[in-house]
């Protein structure tokens, strides 16, 4: 395994249209979780799956954000309707259990709406 | 509410010279875990320590340490003998509750001249 995947690399949209990004995290980690970077600025959290369940979300998840982990495996993160202030970066981390809890990052996608 | 601060936003030294990031954070747990974060300009955040709240003892790993003061709230990173390498944007997070959200600091951009 060499690593956290995530796909596509970078994506530009119209404003308006639906985009959806996919995350592989590591094989044996059951925690996964969506941030969003913007330049200059850490990581803000969206939402964490502890294998399929989704278990929190953040206030900055509108509803037009919505996220899955369907078998506790790979996530899809999906924003529909896209504004010109979701452009960012779009970070996934997958970590392990109590003993391990550093999250480990896929390279991220890069979203433009245009 | 837990918050990182890293209030050095830029740091500029010339190679070979030590330099030291610092790292303040609040927080309500009272197990919670530390971690240092690498993000260079290819933009995925590397990770490199994490700190149990418990364990206050100091670590080096090669030109890096880490200090970590529970007293003063306080996780600071040194990297001792700086290289052109080291160049790159450092992130300071705490972890803690049940799902170890991250809640990061603005990060510091650490600039290595030769």
């Known amino acids: 395994d060499t690593g956290v995947s995530q796909n596509p690399r970078h994506k530009i949209t119209k404003r308006g249209q639906n985009v959806t990004f996919r995350c592989d995290p590591i094989s044996e980690h059951n925690r996964l979780y969506w941030y969003r970077q913007t330049l200059g600025q850490g990581p803000e959290f969206l939402t964490y799956f502890q294998n399929e369940a989704q278990l929190e979300k953040s206030r900055l998840l509108s509803d037009r954000f919505s996220a899955e982990r369907p078998k506790g495996s790979f996530s899809t993160l999906e924003i529909q309707r896209t504004e010109q202030g979701d452009s960012a970066m779009y970070l996934c981390?997958?970590?392990?259990?109590?003993?391990?809890?550093?999250?480990?990052f896929g390279q991220g996608t890069r979203l433009t709406v245009v | 509410a837990q918050k990182v601060t890293q209030a050095q936003t830029e740091i500029s030294v010339v190679e070979k010279e030590d330099v030291t990031l610092d790292c303040v954070y609040e927080t309500r747990d009272t197990t919670y875990y530390l971690f240092w974060y690498k993000q260079p300009p290819s933009g995925e955040l590397v990770f490199l320590i994490r700190r149990n709240s418990f364990d206050e003892q100091n670590e080096i790993s090669g030109r890096y340490s880490w200090n970590f003061q529970k007293s003063t709230s306080s996780f600071n990173f040194t990297i001792t003998a700086s290289q052109v390498v080291d160049s790159a944007v450092y992130f300071c997070?705490?972890?803690?509750?049940?799902?170890?959200?991250?809640?990061w600091g603005a990060g510091t951009k650490l600039i290595i001249k030769p």
């Open positions: 997070a705490h972890g803690g509750g049940s799902n170890y959200q991250l809640i």
């Open positions: 981390a997958s970590s392990g259990e109590f003993t391990t809890p550093e999250a480990f």
